[in-house]
C-alpha cells in the first residue's frame, strides 16, 4: 500500500467523509482495490461509527467493492444505531446492481405466512428490502421475492420503487391461492397507488392475461381494499378507466358485480369517468357506465336516455345487457321502473327473467305480484266424475306392498284417495297416496304425492323424474292433443309434475280481468298450440301460495313445456315471480 493507501485507512477512525472522499479519488485503481480487504473487518467493529466510516469509503469504491457485498449487508447486525443499516442503503446503489441484487435476494429468509407480525428473520429482511428499495428500477429481478411479503406491510416501498415493472408480479402474487389475506389485497393496493398512471397498461395486460374467473376477480379485490397506514387515500382513477374498459365489458356477471361495487365504493370523483364510459362504442360499457352513474346522480338525463333506448333496442342481447347492468348496478331508479316492468312481456324468456331480477332489485316484485293477485284467477278445471271412470280404486293392501317395493319398509301407509282427473283420462285413475316415516304419523315421507293406476301398477309421479311416466300415459290413452282443453292439460301437468300433490301447492292461473286495467299485461290463459316442427307446446302460470304464522309466501311462474309427437316431454321454466309478505 502507499501512503495515501494508508492515509486512507487511518482516516477512517478521525476524520469526516469530506476528507475520505478526497484521499479516495485521489488512489489509482490498483490502490483502490486494495482498500477492500482491510475495510471488510471494520465493517463489525464495534464504533458504529468506524462501521459507517468502512461503508462509505466502499460506496466510494464503486464496482470494485463488489467481493464486500455479502459483508456490506451484514454490517447492520448488532449495530448499536440503525444509521449504520441507513449508510448501506445508500452505498449499494454506488457499488451497482448487477452485483448487489442477486446478494441481496440470497440473504432474504423464507418468506412468513401471511398477516405475520414476527418472524425470525423479520429485521433482517425488513433492512433488505430497504436496501432493495433504493435500486428502483434496477431491482426488477428482485419483485418475484419480494411479493410473498405483501401480506406482512414491509414489501410495499420497494416493490413501489421498482415501479410499473413490478405490477406483473404483484398481480400473480394476488392471484395465487384461493384465499389470501386482506392485508396482501391491501399492501398490492398501496404498490399500485404509489406506482400511479404508469400501472394502467400492466393492469390492463393483467386482465388480457387472466383466464379464469378467480383470477380476474382477484385483480379487482385490489380495489375493494381499505387504506392502509401507509400515506394511500385511494388508487389513481386513471386505474378505474382499466377497470371500465376489462369489467363493464365482461359479459360475466360476478365480475360485473364486483366491478360496480367498486365503483359504487369511490366516490363522486369516478363521475366524470362514467360520464365518459357512456360515449363508449361498447354498448356493455355503455349500459354499466349509465347504471353506475344513476347511483351517483339519480335523475341524469342521459344515462335514464341511454337505458331507456337499450331497453327498447331491436337487439335482445341489448336489451339482456342493459337489465343486467342495472340489476348488477344495485341501484334503485324508480324512474326505470315502467320501462322494466314492461320487458316482463319481452318476446325473449332471458330478457323477461333478467327483467324480473331487475325488479326485485328496484324492489318492485311484491308490488307486481299483489296487482298480479288482483288481476288473476284460478284457471277452470273441467273434471271428470269418478263414476265415469271403469278402473277400481286399488286396494290398500295392493298399495303398501307397492310403497315397500317402491321405497322402504321405513313407510308407513296410511291412507289413499282417488283425485279428480282431466276428462282425457280413459285408461289411468290419479291416486294421492299419503305415507310416513314409520312411526311419525304426521311427517310426510318420499313417498307422499301422486300416484297413476292403470288396474296393474301403481306408478309413482315423481315431480323430479316423473316426465317419463307421464309421457307413457300419454301414449297409452292414444291422445289426441288437438282436442285437449288448454286449461285442462295444464291442471294435469301442473298436478302430477309440478310438485307432487301440487293441486294444493300449485294453481293454475290465468286472467281474471285485463291487465291492463293494473298496467300489467303479463299472465296468460293456458294454450295448447301445434309446433310447425312437430309436436305441441303449451304454456300457462301458475300460483303458489303458503303462510306462516307471520310471513306469507306468493310466486307467479310461467311455464313451457313441449310435447313431442312421440310424447316425450321437455319443460322449460320461463319466468318466476317471487315474493314474501308480512301479515
Known amino acids: 500500500m502507499n501512503d495515501i493507501t494508508n492515509k486512507v485507512l487511518e482516516a477512517m477512525y478521525c476524520d469526516g467523509k469530506g476528507q475520505l472522499a478526497e484521499l479516495v479519488s485521489s488512489l489509482p485503481e490498483s490502490e483502490k482495490e486494495l482498500l477492500i480487504a482491510p475495510l471488510i473487518p471494520i465493517l463489525q467493529s464495534d464504533s458504529p461509527y468506524d462501521r459507517m466510516n468502512a461503508i462509505y469509503v466502499l460506496g466510494l469504491l464503486g464496482p470494485l467493492a463488489s467481493p464486500a457485498v455479502p459483508a456490506l449487508i451484514q454490517a447492520p447486525e448488532n449495530a448499536r444505531l440503525a444509521n449504520v443499516a441507513w449508510e448501506v442503503t445508500k452505498t449499494l446503489p454506488n457499488i451497482g446492481a448487477s452485483c448487489v441484487v442477486p446478494e441481496l435476494i440470497k440473504a432474504l429468509g423464507q418468506a412468513p405466512a401471511e398477516a405475520a407480525n414476527g418472524w425470525a428473520s423479520k429485521d433482517q429482511d425488513a433492512r433488505i428490502m430497504e436496501h432493495l428499495a433504493a435500486f428502483g428500477p434496477a431491482a426488477i429481478t428482485a419483485a418475484p421475492y419480494l411479493v410473498p411479503y405483501l401480506g406482512c406491510y414491509i414489501a410495499e416501498k420497494a416493490l413501489a420503487s421498482i415501479g410499473s415493472a413490478a405490477i406483473p408480479a404483484v398481480i400473480e402474487e394476488v392471484q395465487r391461492g384461493e384465499k389470501r389475506h386482506p392485508r396482501v389485497y391491501s399492501n398490492a393496493a398501496d404498490v399500485l397507488a404509489a406506482v400511479g398512471v404508469a400501472a394502467s397498461q400492466p393492469l390492463s395486460e393483467a386482465f388480457d392475461q387472466a383466464k379464469t374467473e378467480e383470477a380476474r376477480l382477484s385483480i379487482l379485490q385490489i380495489f375493494r381494499a381499505k387504506p392502509t397506514p401507509s400515506h394511500r387515500t385511494s388508487l389513481p382513477i386513471e386505474l378505474y378507466s382499466v377497470l371500465m374498459e376489462k369489467c363493464f365489458a365482461s359479459a360475466d356477471r360476478k365480475e360485473s358485480r364486483e366491478a360496480h361495487a367498486v365503483f359504487g365504493a369511490y366516490g363522486a370523483a369516478v363521475i366524470p369517468l362514467l360520464s365518459a364510459g357512456m360515449s363508449n362504442s361498447n354498448p356493455y360499457i355503455q349500459a354499466n357506465a349509465a347504471a353506475a352513474m344513476l347511483k351517483y346522480v339519480p335523475d341524469d338525463s342521459t344515462a335514464l336516455e341511454k337505458l331507456l333506448t337499450f331497453f327498447a333496442h331491436n337487439h335482445e342481447q341489448v336489451r339482456m345487457v342493459a337489465l343486467r347492468a342495472v340489476t348488477d348496478a344495485g341501484g334503485n331508479c324508480e324512474m326505470l321502473v315502467p320501462a322494466v316492468m314492461k320487458a316482463l312481456t319481452d318476446p325473449d324468456s332471458e330478457v323477461r327473467r333478467q ?7 328496484l324492489g318492485q316484485i311484491a308490488r307486481i305480484i299483489s296487482k298480479l293477485q288482483q288481476s288473476c284467477s284460478v284457471a277452470e ?17 295392493f298399495i303398501k306392498d307397492t310403497l315397500k317395493h317402491q321405497f322402504s319398509e321405513n313407510v308407513q301407509f296410511y291412507s289413499a284417495h282417488r283425485m279428480d282427473q282431466p276428462k282425457f283420462l280413459k285408461r289411468h285413475i290419479l291416486v294421492e297416496v299419503k305415507g310416513s316415516p314409520f312411526g311419525q304419523k304426521n311427517m310426510w315421507s318420499e313417498a307422499s304425492g301422486v300416484y297413476a293406476y292403470d288396474g296393474k301398477q301403481l306408478r309413482y309421479l315423481d315431480p323430479q323424474n316423473g316426465k317419463n311416466i307421464v309421457s307413457d300415459i300419454l301414449r297409452d290413452e292414444l291422445l289426441l292433443m288437438d282436442q285437449v282443453d288448454p286449461s285442462e292439460f295444464a291442471w294435469f301437468l301442473n298436478g302430477t309434475l309440478l310438485g307432487g300433490f301440487a293441486y294444493q301447492a300449485h294453481r293454475v292461473v290465468e286472467p281474471s280481468r285485463n291487465g291492463a286495467d293494473i298496467g300489467l299485461e303479463l299472465v296468460t290463459k293456458p294454450s295448447l298450440k301445434a309446433v310447425e316442427s312437430g309436436g305441441w307446446m303449451i304454456e300457462f302460470w301458475s300460483k303458489c301460495e303458503w303462510g306462516a304464522c ?5 310466486s307467479f311462474q310461467e311455464h313451457h313445456y ?3 309427437e312421440q310424447f316425450d316431454i321437455t319443460y322449460e321454466e320461463k319466468l318466476k315471480l317471487e315474493s314474501t309478505f308480512n301479515r
Do not use: G, N
Open 355 to 361: 327483467a324480473a331480477e331487475c325488479l326485485k332489485q
Open 562 to 564: 313441449f310435447i313431442s
Open 550 to 554: 307471520t310471513q306469507t309466501y306468493c
Open 381 to 397: 278445471f273441467v273434471h271428470t266424475d269418478v263414476s265415469d271412470v271403469s278402473l277400481p280404486m286399488p286396494s290398500d293392501t
